[in-house]
């Protein structure tokens, strides 16, 4: 089979290599589509510990299931020969967190597509005993491609359900990337009355609003200050009840709460790099407007269930995210794209 192995920082290689052996606990994965995830673009133009050279990457596969163990117990609904998706996040389904429904917490939660388990970028992949329980069925007619963002979709919803959007509000999202553009979707959804998008990316911001405008009531490229004063002049000086930060980013991070109104929601969903994740913020803020500031990571089962579902529902609004798809031989196109911000979501097909 073919595989596309990162053989350094910013290196990749397609090349030939042996079929998966399936472990009896385990199955066997014949790969349609596998998304790039911004874990998986920083691991290639960064490094990871976790993704030793040579190695596959990807974990946001879809396809189908082509052998299953003898000892495997597969989840209702899936069986040999069928379209599934697989869920990234491993989990152990012991722990207090996992046993309460919050998986995304897991205290030995793995991710697929990262040591000891390889990714999907290949035409085969396994799906170890830890990750048949994240096997979902896929809606026949839902294509594979669109079928991918189920799991950074899944995490997006995460994120939107922990911001609480009540009917009504008004909500921010700073950050016009995937994790953005499904979150406006989903807000609207939601009741909100009025959706605002920034971006500090022109060409982002444009791409974004071509996908998800109708969802969108105005938007704006971020100047110094960051937003906050598109912001508070279009809510009267007030601000908004609802800031979801979908960016990695400290100046963002500050922003929102110079936005949030008296007794606002912010929700940090995306997180900061490792070696610099402490970010300096104006705790008076949070204190004499009493905003409630949240963390959202992941997702759980329950959300990857109720995604498959939205999905299918909403696919024709949604379809248009997923801006870029290539070969498994042009896999270095496709992180180049990713690292020109000239698109949103890309796929690679295997």
Not at 57 to 84: Q, S, T
Not at 227 to 244: D, K, M, P, S, W
């Amino acid at each position: 089979m073919k595989a596309a192995f990162m053989t350094g920082v910013g290196a990749v290689e397609v090349r030939q290599a042996e079929e998966p052996k399936v472990d009896p606990a385990g199955a066997l994965l014949r790969v349609e589509a596998c998304g790039i995830c911004g874990t998986d673009a920083r691991t290639f133009f960064n490094g990871d510990p976790r993704a030793p050279a040579p190695w596959v990457l990807g974990h946001e596969p879809v396809g189908i299931l082509e052998e299953v163990g003898r000892d495997a117990v597969l989840p209702p609904g899936i069986k040999e020969g069928g379209r599934v998706f697989l869920g990234s996040i491993l989990t152990c389904g012991r722990c207090r967190w996992c046993m309460d429904g919050y998986q995304n917490l897991c205290d030995q939660h793995l991710l697929y597509g990262y040591d000891p388990y390889p990714g999907a970028y290949a035409e085969y992949a396994t799906v170890p005993p830890i990750a048949i329980k994240n096997l979902i069925p896929l809606p026949p007619d839902l294509p594979s491609d669109m079928a991918t963002v189920a799991d950074p979709f899944a995490c997006a919803l995460n994120g939107v359900e922990m911001l609480d959007v009540g009917i009504g509000d008004t909500v921010v999202i700073l950050g016009a990337g995937p994790i953005g553009c499904w979150d406006a979707v989903m807000i609207r959804d939601r009741g909100a009355s009025r959706v605002f998008l920034s971006d500090v990316n022109s060409q982002r911001l444009d791409i974004a609003l071509k996908a998800v405008g109708q969802f969108v009531d105005d938007a704006w490229v971020a100047g110094e200050d960051n937003g906050v004063g598109q912001v508070l002049e279009r809510t009267a000086g007030r601000g908004a009840e609802r800031v979801i930060v979908a960016a990695p980013s400290k100046q963002a991070q500050q922003a929102a709460l110079e936005m949030a109104a008296k007794r606002g929601r912010v929700v940090y969903f995306a997180g900061l790099p490792k070696h610099d994740p402490v970010s300096p913020l104006d705790m008076n803020q949070l204190h004499y407007k009493e905003l409630a500031v949240l963390g959202a990571y992941g997702a759980t089962h329950r959300q990857y269930r109720i995604t498959m579902g939205y999905l299918q529902r909403r696919r024709d609004e949604l379809t248009a995210v997923v801006t870029h798809r290539f070969s498994l031989d042009r896999i270095t196109e496709a992180f180049d794209t990713i690292r020109s911000g000239t698109g949103l979501k890309v796929v690679v097909l295997p």
